[in-house]
């Protein structure tokens, strides 16, 4: 397929919506000031998060993490990974640059 392809274009604006569409989302639960409610995170760490050991993994660095053990298994990709880290720190920047939000 080349850049041109029809069908490669397609899939590239479902995809530029379907994220868009959950960046939207992640922007409104932080202007709500509820981070935690952002939805812009791989499929893949959303199903083991569970098996962590603590509920407020980060997917880091913690000891007992599902997602980086999968990682080190072989059963999640690494360039998934790195692409949930990288999420994941625009999220961290945005929750910073909106601050904490009350009353809302």
Do not use: W
Request: charged share 35%; glycine share 6%; proline share 7%.
């Amino acid at each position: 397929m080349t850049m041109t392809d029809p069908r490669k274009i397609e899939r590239l604006l479902v995809l530029t919506e379907r994220l868009m569409k959950a960046l939207n989302e992640d922007i409104a639960a932080l202007e709500r000031g509820r981070p935690r409610e952002m939805r812009s995170h791989k499929p893949e760490v959303q199903q083991l998060a569970p098996g962590c050991r603590f509920a407020d993994c980060r997917h880091m660095r913690e000891p007992g993490c599902a997602v980086r053990a999968a990682l080190e298994s072989g059963a999640l990709q690494p360039r998934r990974y790195e692409s949930y880290r990288r999420l994941r720190r625009l999220r961290e920047q945005l929750s910073a640059a909106h601050g904490p939000q009350r009353g809302r």
